[in-house]
């Protein structure tokens, strides 16, 4: 059973920054890791993925601002996000491939202040 546990969520002003962490409970044979977040009413979008080869993509609401990487030594990926803006405000998840499945975990509240 693969598990993935978000953390770093909060609440920060307009502006701020905030990075967010998820732990995987497996190291081995993820292929891509991204974050989505999903806003009140919304559908839930992608934020950010990183294939195993480093190659990055961003949604373009975020292109400048939200850093993605990876640490596989760790079983641990980070979004860095940077310029807060209240519409960034979300519930973030965590998603990584592995062996052709999908998993994502509980996902983590960041709340941008006005």
């Known amino acids: 059973q693969v598990q993935l546990w978000e953390r770093g969520g909060g609440l920060v002003e307009v502006g701020g920054s905030l990075r967010l962490s998820c732990d995987a409970s497996?190291?081995?044979?993820?292929?891509?890791v991204a974050w989505y977040r999903q806003a009140p009413g919304k559908q839930r979008e992608e934020v950010a993925r990183?294939?195993?080869?480093?190659?990055?993509n961003y949604l373009d609401a975020v292109k400048g601002r939200f850093t993605i990487s990876r640490d596989n030594a760790q079983n641990t990926f980070y979004l860095e996000m940077k310029s807060l803006k209240s519409d960034d405000t979300a519930v973030y998840y965590c998603?990584?491939?592995?062996?052709?499945?999908?998993?994502w975990g509980q996902g983590t509240q960041v709340t941008v202040s006005s």
């Open positions: 998603n990584i491939e592995r062996w052709g499945s999908i998993y």
């Open positions: 497996v190291s081995s044979y993820i292929t891509e």
């Open positions: 990183i294939t195993s080869r480093g190659s990055v």
